[in-house]
């Protein structure tokens, strides 16, 4: 994911309260930092017919503290190399927050949105005007510090230093 000034989204699965690192990516997969080799593993617990409808999936949507449990990077990862665009939360957790955005991943929170978005239907995320569009509504959530914005619209956090590295030796 980069350039967060658009809209994104799509299809969303929806998931409850406190999903932890170890289902969104379960331990044993952990020797991967490819996306895409673990995004084949993302919410194993959850059954093939969850997975089957994760990875048909572009916007993920889930309660409070998503994320929560292991400080793993690859919990954000697996969901880039599956597609997901945007996750929405009604709230994240603080590690899990980082993660997506050093790893360029759209991660916003929105109680009102998770409570009216219904699994299966269509959800977009448009940053730049700092809205959820859902058949329930739309919703607002707080805009993203500069900061962060930047390092989104780089493609996550590697990117964003090796560009502004690049720019320095220039001088």
Request: a neutral charge; aromatic letters at 8%.
């Amino acid at each position: 994911m980069s350039d967060v000034s658009g809209r994104v989204g799509g299809v969303c699965v929806k998931l409850g309260d406190h999903v932890n690192s170890d289902v969104i990516i379960p331990g044993r997969y952990l020797t991967s930092i490819d996306p895409v080799e673990l995004a084949k593993h993302a919410f194993e617990p959850l059954g093939r017919g969850f997975q089957d409808r994760f990875l048909a999936a572009k916007v993920l949507v889930a309660g409070r503290n998503f994320g929560c449990g292991s400080a793993r990077e690859q919990a954000a990862s697996c969901l880039i190399g599956a597609g997901i665009e945007a996750v929405v939360a009604e709230s994240f957790a603080r590690v899990f927050f980082r993660n997506a955005i050093n790893t360029g991943l759209v991660a916003v929170q929105s109680a009102a949105a998770v409570a009216r978005i219904a699994d299966g239907e269509e959800v977009f995320v448009d940053v730049a005007a700092g809205n959820i569009e859902a058949s329930g509504g739309t919703f607002a959530f707080p805009p993203y510090p500069e900061n962060l914005t930047l390092i989104l619209n780089a493609g996550g956090l590697i990117p964003y230093v090796a560009r502004r590295l690049e720019r320095e030796s220039r001088r």
